[in-house]
T-cell receptor, first 111, second 114 residues
Framework: LAKTTQPISMDSYEGQEVNITCSHN???????ITWYQQFPSQGPRFIIQ???TKVTNEVASLFIPADRKSSTLSLPRVSLSDTAVYYC????????????FGSGTRLLVRP | DAGVIQSPRHEVTEMGQEVTLRCKPI?????LFWYRQTMMRGLELLIY????????DSGMPEDRFSAKMPNASFSTLKIQPSEPRDSAVYFC????????????FGPGTRLTVL
């Protein structure tokens, strides 16, 4: 499974757009990119998954360049409640259940 | 749907005691996972069940850990005897059908072994 590298922490203010970039230089052809969010004292929660280009849902957008060696999770207009740890995971979606969580990015949203 | 249910939410026990953690997956989900989260090691997969059958238990730390899934709506993770290094948050997750489906996590059980 491809190793991922993401910033340990980020600070932002309410109303701003936050972009968290994840590096995965050894991503394999079959690998998908998935992001999870974890609030204190809760289990991780699926945010978004993509393979290439751009994916958008009601919560976030995921930008994946053509070489797929990195990806960027974009959170539009963050609020205080978006303060959490964000994990980038890379692995083959088909026939793969092993979610390998790295250390994640701790996002702090300030008023 | 109530989501994945875990009990107890908190458990404090003494070294050497048996600990049993419980999980009720989301109704209709066929896959169940047990994870452990610590500051040092992050979130690790312990065991994966599909249709009540253990598929992969390679993440189970040692023989003191055992997991069962007697039916589709219930699973247990048992530690006997417990040790201080087992202190962690234990999460149960379930997914609808295929192994690669999105996993839905429970609130976790915070275990402290004194």
């Amino acid at each position: 499974l491809a190793k991922t590298t993401q910033p340990i922490s980020m600070d932002s203010y309410e109303g701003q757009e936050v972009n968290i970039t994840c590096s995965h230089n050894n991503i394999a052809t079959n690998d998908y990119i998935t992001w999870y969010q974890q609030f204190p004292s809760q289990g991780p929660r699926f945010i978004i998954q993509g393979y290439k280009t751009k994916v958008t849902n009601e919560v976030a957008s995921l930008f994946i360049p053509a070489d797929r060696k990195s990806s960027t999770l974009s959170l539009p207009r963050v609020s205080l409640s978006d303060t959490a740890v964000y994990y980038c995971l890379v692995g083959a979606s088909l026939n793969s259940y092993k979610l390998i969580f790295g250390s994640g990015t701790r996002l702090l949203v300030r008023p | 749907d109530a989501g994945v249910i875990q009990s107890p939410r908190h458990e404090v026990t003494e070294m050497g005691q048996e600990v049993t953690l419980r999980c009720k997956p989301i109704s209709g989900h066929n896959s169940l996972f047990w994870y452990r989260q610590t500051m040092m090691r992050g979130l690790e997969l312990l065991i994966y069940f599909n249709n009540n059958v253990p598929i992969d238990d390679s993440g189970m730390p040692e023989d003191r850990f055992s997991a069962k899934m007697p039916n589709a709506s219930f699973s247990t993770l048992k530690i006997q005897p417990s040790e201080p290094r087992d202190s962690a948050v234990y999460f149960c997750a379930s997914s609808p059908d295929r192994a690669e489906d999105t996993q839905y996590f429970g609130p976790g059980t915070r275990l402290t072994v004194l």
